[in-house]
């Protein structure tokens, strides 16, 4: 098996090939688009290396949509005979100077110089329009000689309206300085914040679909330890969140997977063994200048993201030189005290005359010793001797983590100005996280007799003692990439191009235990229902206590380490380009792109177990006790026990070597595989300007995906190296319309289908096992499916946008999504069963399979507005509020003749956030809540207890945080700054069916910190 592994491991390279393909825009905010007349193509490497000309179907994909070859063929034919073909010359009053086309350009800024970003210019009499970029410029190509009319509008700020010549072959510029809309707005202007929500509001206002921004300085405005926590605060954005802090989004009501992330427009490799979406956790949320949800695809965006698509904009160089310093520090009251500190800084300026080179980087460094107080019932219902029945618990983790957890990272950019709408552009992204921590925890067991369990595997029967364990976690959890591209507007095209290389890897001996079970043959460690006041503070007997935290009681069992790595490198070449032309009497723009993305995956995880000869007893009193917290559990609650070290168990365990036997499955562990997905994709796509007040967008996208997989088949008494591949077409139809209904409200339509990759584990894993699930089947298996089904959705979306005078927003949408194929987990029991790798035993079995169908409809409101017109100081007043409910429902789940609603989604989720920003002082508040809603299937139609009871799906709890930050003003620049993380200590935990039946309670308490941020005045 070693030999099969080395084979695999230097075949690595072979299985990497890079083609050249054609790529669009990404991101889902719009850039300026030039117009012209006439058709374009921009067309390279029509076939690509990556899309074979005969798809290979195996039975791991079912083919859908068009054939390969039929793909390839229609793409290549449309690309060659439109680049063959004459321009139309375009029917208009306007006579062209020998055809030569004029061009507008410009820049959009506010009376002191500052950019504005995502400011709305139209052009009359053509009717048509482009949004300045993040420099405040804006380029509109192939315009006829004569005279126009340009009006730049910015919510927040009063109408500019020039007119100006256009000269054949020339350019006309235009320096549009807006004014703001009241004097009372200078707050706009001067508040860091606010200017980047009206900054916000205004590229929201612009974008062709249906997109959110939270710009860097709204992030920072509140204790956001990363994006999830500042993404959280959207409409219908809701968390997963894991030791205190948001790891995974959840946007509208669908689970993570459904969600792609992107890093300037290029998809970014999960550090996960195994999974696409990205934890958010691992990236600090100070590495970008804004973070942008697409709700709605458009043709030229990457298909992944049923439920939406992230995409993280690094930080460039603007006009004026950039410099910002912060330091912050901070304390929780938790295992006796635990301290934070949090760094970052960014440097950035444009050089030469003309500021034609820009160069930034920006970094950030933080420690947090985060601290959690946790316990973990296993819920039953209990028959008792008379007949009756009570809720019970069968068993109960006392747990305790002290998290010593460093995060850095570094960004930067530099980009080259070529001429006017022209420039090449280097960016990229480095995070690199430690989740490192202890853990400590002492099981007891229920060992009642005279009852009868709905789970009767886990009574104890008078002979399981408490144990203990101890454990290190020490992941390295990194990601990073790198892109290369440019962007060119020429007389009446544009085109653009990039190439990428990004990787993400997870390793370092993740997971280390040190198992220490009682030498007692007996025990009377019960469950104490009678002094149990609290179903959320469940009571054991003394004798728990007394014979569990003997450390003479308990002796080493095992050590166990989890080991080796998963790592993922993703190559991409990708372009676009576009051309203006005549549509009857409008003015259109025809957009053909694509790209090539080569994913290599693997995961050459293994287990590493030393077990104690049999001779040996090693109790845990040969260790000494690192831990002592007299207010475990809010205060007090629990007491805990003799809390020994996993690093001393494992120093004796190399000191004495010949005292352990062990055992590895290296090289013949059942969760390695090697996986290379080769995903191919085109697109044409059409924007018809029916006029200044109506856009019309309209194209199809064309995914192909090809998988060859290297792993293990694993059957009743086989384990044997296995490979298969497969390949599918997928087409991803969009379309949409913006409609001004006046000059401050908008009304869109969409329509767009989206896809969902299986996850890399699901089809290319053979399985994985845990002895530390939750709930009452501590022992889980997850097969993998060779036979899973991408996954499509497809979405339409109605929203209305009122912006309000002179600063805010009142917005209201409906969202309806048909999941086709949807992957779900299909969960069933295998009794007498040994793992590779693992003990004899009764496991829980879950393999995703594809069930029949499911749907998810919801209502997203907004409002934010800032209180100008109130008299004295009242004037500092605003409101920032969101509220989305959602409901679903799925079927064809195997063994399940009823409906649940989709994992992960909650039905009702808003955030209210009060806010003050009066001279010198900001102040804002973040109250936040996402409904319980399920994380895993586990429910089945011959469950004991029923579809409400103990042993049924596992559900989130409802979440309620409440957050807070302020600042002041010093002189010179210098700020102030202080903050409140989950002042109300609100829980985190799971449970089982009905909230009384819960699985696991943990609390964080309330963090506070203060520092110093620091930037030039005129960067204000």
């Known amino acids: 098996m070693i030999t099969f592994l080395s084979y695999i491991k230097n075949k690595e390279t072979s299985f990497l090939t890079l083609g050249v393909g054609l790529h669009g825009r990404r991101g889902g905010v719009r850039p300026n688009r030039p117009n012209g007349k006439a058709g374009f193509a921009f067309a390279t490497g029509c076939i690509v290396r990556g899309i074979h000309a005969e798809a290979r179907h195996s039975s791991n994909s079912s083919p859908k949509g068009v054939p390969?070859?039929?793909?390839?063929?229609?793409?290549?034919?449309?690309?060659?005979?439109?680049?063959?073909?004459?321009?139309?010359?375009?029917?208009?009053?306007?006579?062209?100077?020998?055809?030569?086309?004029?061009?507008?350009?410009?820049?959009?800024?506010?009376?002191?110089?500052?950019?504005?970003?995502?400011?709305?210019?139209?052009?009359?009499?053509?009717?048509?329009?482009?949004?300045?970029?993040?420099?405040?410029?804006?380029?509109?190509?192939?315009?006829?000689?004569?005279?126009?009319?340009?009006?730049?509008?910015?919510?927040?700020?009063?109408?500019?309206?020039?007119?100006?010549?256009?000269?054949?072959?020339?350019?006309?510029?235009?320096?549009?300085?807006?004014?703001?809309?009241?004097?009372?707005?200078?707050?706009?202007?001067?508040?860091?914040?606010?200017?980047?929500?009206?900054?916000?509001?205004?590229?929201?206002?612009?974008?062709?679909?249906?997109?959110?921004?939270?710009?860097?300085?709204?992030?920072?405005?509140?204790?956001?330890?990363?994006?999830?926590?500042?993404?959280?605060?959207?409409?219908?954005?809701?968390?997963?969140?894991?030791?205190?802090?948001?790891?995974?989004?959840?946007?509208?009501?669908?689970?993570?997977?459904?969600?792609?992330?992107?890093?300037?427009?290029?998809?970014?490799?999960?550090p996960e063994p195994g999974v696409r979406q990205i934890k958010f956790d691992a990236i600090p949320a100070d590495l970008v200048e804004s973070v942008q949800i697409s709700k709605t695809l458009q043709a030229n965006m990457e298909g992944d993201g049923i439920g939406g698509s992230v995409n993280l904009v690094t930080k460039t160089a603007t006009e004026r030189p950039t410099i910002s310093l912060s330091g912050m520090a901070g304390y929780t009251p938790i295992v006796n005290g635990r301290s934070l500190t949090e760094e970052a800084g960014t440097i950035g300026q444009r050089f030469g005359v003309d500021k034609k080179f820009g160069v930034l980087i920006g970094g950030s460094y933080d420690w947090n010793g985060r601290g959690i107080d946790d316990i973990e019932p296993v819920p039953d219902i209990a028959t008792l001797s008379n007949g009756s029945t009570v809720s019970w618990n069968d068993?109960?983790?006392?747990?305790?983590?002290?998290?010593?957890?460093?995060?850095?990272?570094?960004?930067?950019?530099?980009?080259?100005?070529?001429?006017?709408?022209?420039?090449?552009?280097?960016?990229?992204?480095?995070?690199?996280?430690?989740?490192?921590?202890?853990?400590?925890?002492?099981?007891?067991?229920?060992?009642?007799p005279g009852i009868q369990l709905l789970a009767p595997g886990n009574a104890g029967g008078g002979t399981t003692a408490p144990t203990f364990n101890a454990q290190l976690r020490n992941p390295n959890i990194g990601v990073g990439g790198l892109m290369l591209g440019g962007r060119h507007v020429q007389a009446t095209t544009w085109f653009s191009w990039d190439l990428s290389a990004s990787r993400s890897f997870y390793g370092n001996a993740p997971y280390s235990t040190a198992v220490f079970n009682s030498t007692l043959t007996t025990s009377a460690c019960q469950y104490d229902p009678a002094a149990t006041k609290n179903q959320y503070l469940p009571q054991w007997s003394a004798a728990c206590f007394t014979e569990g935290y003997n450390p003479s009681n308990v002796a080493l069992n095992n050590i166990n380490r989890s080991l080796g790595h998963s790592a993922q490198l993703n190559l991409q070449a990708a372009g676009a380009g576009a051309k203006r032309y005549h549509l009857g009497s409008h003015l259109a723009t025809i957009e053909i792109g694509g790209n090539f993305r080569n994913v290599h995956k693997f995961a050459d995880t293994y287990r590493l177990t030393l077990t104690p000869n049999p001779n040996i007893t090693i109790p845990l009193s040969s260790f000494p006790n690192r831990l002592i917290n007299n207010n475990y559990y809010n205060g007090g609650e629990y007491k805990l026990g003799y809390n020994a070290n996993y690093e001393d168990a494992m120093a004796f365990a190399n000191a004495n070597p010949s005292e352990f036997t062990s055992n590895s499955t290296f090289g013949q562990d059942p969760s390695f595989y090697n996986l290379v997905e080769k995903v191919s994709a085109g697109y044409v796509m059409n924007t018809v300007d029916l006029s200044s007040r109506v856009r019309l967008i309209a194209g199809v996208r064309f995914e192909g995906t090809s998988d060859r997989v290297v792993n293990f088949s694993v059957g009743p008494s086989s384990f044997t190296p296995n490979r298969f591949s497969g390949s599918y077409v997928t087409v991803l139809p969009s379309a949409s319309v913006r409609y001004a209904v006046g000059s401050n409200s908008y009304l869109r339509f969409v329509y767009a289908r989206g896809l969902s990759r299986p996850q890399e584990q699901d089809i290319a894993q053979a399985l994985d096992w845990t002895l530390a699930a939750n709930g009452g089947n501590r022992g889980a298996i997850t097969f993998g499916n060779a036979n899973l089904k991408a996954e499509t959705g497809d979405d339409i979306d109605v929203l209305f946008d009122h912006y309000l005078n002179p600063f805010g927003i009142i917005s209201l949408g409906y969202f309806y999504k048909y999941l086709h194929d949807p992957i779900i987990a299909h969960t069933f029991f295998l009794d007498n069963y040994q793992p590779p790798g693992g003990p004899l035993g009764n496991w829980l079995a879950t393999q995703p399979v594809n069930a029949g169908s499911a749907w998810i409809s919801g209502l997203e409101a907004a409002y934010l507005q800032h209180y100008s017109a109130l008299p004295g100081v009242l004037r500092g007043l605003g409101l920032s509020a969101n509220y989305g409910y959602t409901a679903s429902g799925t079927s064809g789940i195997p063994g399940r003749s009823d409906h649940p609603r989709l994992l992960r989604m909650s039905p009702n989720a808003f955030n209210v956030s009060p806010t003050y920003d009066r001279g010198r002082v900001s102040l804002r508040v973040g109250l936040s809540y996402n409904q319980a809603n399920i994380y895993s299937y586990q429910f089945t139609d011959t469950t004991s207890g029923g579809v409400t009871g103990p042993l049924s799906d596992i559900y989130f709890y409802t979440h309620f945080q409440v957050d807070a930050q302020g600042s002041i003003r010093l002189a010179h620049g210098l700020s102030f700054v202080m903050y409140g993380l989950n002042l109300n200590n609100e829980v985190f935990g799971f449970y089982q069916g009905s909230p009384q039946f819960m699985i696991q309670r943990e609390y964080y308490q309330p963090t506070v910190a203060a520092g110093v941020r620091w930037s030039p005045p005129r960067e204000k």
Not at 141 to 155: E, F, R
Not at 432 to 444: E, K, L, M, Q, S
């Open 395 to 448: 068993a109960m983790d006392i747990r305790e983590y002290r998290y010593f957890r460093s995060r850095w990272g570094l960004a930067g950019s530099a980009d080259y100005t070529l001429g006017q709408g022209s420039n090449i552009y280097l960016r990229g992204l480095y995070s690199d996280f430690h989740n490192y921590g202890d853990r400590w925890a002492y099981t007891f067991t229920d060992n009642t």
């Open 68 to 270: 390969m070859r039929t793909f390839v063929s229609f793409l290549c034919g449309f690309l060659l005979s439109f680049l063959l073909a004459s321009p139309v010359p375009a029917q208009t009053d306007r006579t062209p100077a020998q055809g030569r086309k004029g061009t507008i350009s410009g820049r959009v800024t506010d009376s002191s110089g500052g950019v504005l970003q995502g400011a709305l210019i139209s052009v009359e009499p053509i009717g048509i329009t482009a949004a300045s970029d993040v420099q405040g410029q804006f380029t509109i190509n192939a315009l006829d000689p004569g005279s126009y009319t340009i009006t730049v509008t910015y919510v927040g700020f009063a109408k500019f309206t020039q007119t100006l010549n256009v000269a054949a072959g020339q350019a006309a510029s235009v320096e549009a300085k807006l004014s703001l809309e009241s004097e009372n707005q200078e707050v706009l202007v001067s508040a860091e914040r606010l200017s980047a929500e009206a900054e916000a509001v205004n590229i929201e206002r612009t974008a062709d679909n249906i997109v959110q921004v939270l710009p860097v300085e709204v992030i920072r405005s509140l204790p956001n330890a990363n994006m999830a926590d500042a993404l959280g605060r959207l409409p219908s954005v809701t968390l997963e969140r894991d030791e205190g802090e948001g790891k995974y989004v959840q946007v509208r009501g669908t689970e993570p997977r459904l969600t792609n992330t992107t890093i300037n427009g290029i998809s970014v490799p999960s």
